[in-house]
């Protein structure tokens, strides 16, 4: 389901049920010659509408601009957009306060931007996990005042949070490829992976025919191919699945 579609009836009963609601966030990047600029932000989308065939799910409009940063390339005719991650935390905050207030109570944000170093924390989700935290803090102490925490309702609090049922798993923020998956398919940027994984997801979005081996951090998307996309493809998608149904 995607939210911008449903009716109030629709998402009513979407609470109900705690459907998860998902919001995909990317970046627009410069790709290389052979790749287009949305290549971060695509493969999210183009996974959950395929994950969207098969169960149930909110899809919220992909945001697109986070922080891309200019390590690559300067944007200059090359198309990078970067929005910095101070930006980033109040549009997130304010966001997701939003999204709580609705009722929304099983949200999900999966990044794919610099998530090699996701444990550690890039200015992304650095940005989108401190604005989870704080709104989720906010709302409890609107509804339930300073001292929440400390009364006696929350004598079970550690036993919640072993179950996963706390308040802080309200809102949960997951790289695209889980660490397993990174193992297996190491990431790059619009070399062999990243050029398999669009050629798997969002075929459309690469012409090889553009490549240029001129930049070193690309040139191994010549050995891209379907077949390893395909591959990394359905580890995806099983990580995600198995998130989601969690």
Same mark, same amino acid.
């Given at each position: ?31 290389? /010659?052979?790749?287009?600029? +949305?290549?971060? @932000?695509? &493969?999210?989308? =183009? ?68 998530? /090699?170093?996701?444990?550690? +924390?890039?200015? @992304?989700? &650095?940005?989108? =996990? ?117």
């Amino acid at each position: 389901m995607r939210y911008e579609m449903m009716f109030a009836g629709q998402l009513r009963e979407a609470i109900k049920k705690n459907t998860p609601a998902v919001l995909p966030v990317g970046v627009l990047e410069y790709h290389a /010659e052979h790749a287009v600029s +949305g290549v971060d @932000t695509l &493969l999210v989308v =183009k996974a959950l509408e395929l994950l969207e065939k098969e169960m149930e799910v909110i899809i919220f409009p992909p945001f697109y601009y986070g922080a891309a940063s200019y390590a690559v390339e300067p944007p200059e005719n090359n198309g990078t957009l970067h929005v910095p991650s101070s930006t980033l935390h109040i549009f997130a905050k304010d966001l997701f306060k939003s999204m709580l207030r609705v009722g929304l109570k099983n949200i999900h944000v999966f990044i794919h931007h610099q998530s /090699e170093n996701f444990t550690a +924390g890039m200015p @992304t989700d &650095l940005a989108f =996990k401190l604005a989870a935290r704080e709104s989720i803090f906010d709302l409890i102490e609107k509804e339930r005042g300073e001292g929440w925490w400390g009364s006696e309702k929350m004598k079970d609090y550690y036993s919640m949070h072993e179950k996963g049922s706390d308040p802080f798993n309200w809102i949960k923020i997951h790289p695209f490829m889980d660490a397993d998956t990174q193992k297996k398919f190491p990431i790059d940027h619009a070399s062999e992976q990243e050029t398999s994984l669009m050629m798997a997801f969002c075929p459309e979005g690469v012409d090889m025919k553009r490549f240029s081996e001129k930049k070193w951090y690309s040139a191994g998307a010549k050995k891209a191919n379907i077949e390893y996309g395909q591959a990394a493809k359905e580890m995806i998608l099983k990580s995600m699945r198995e998130i989601l149904k969690g």
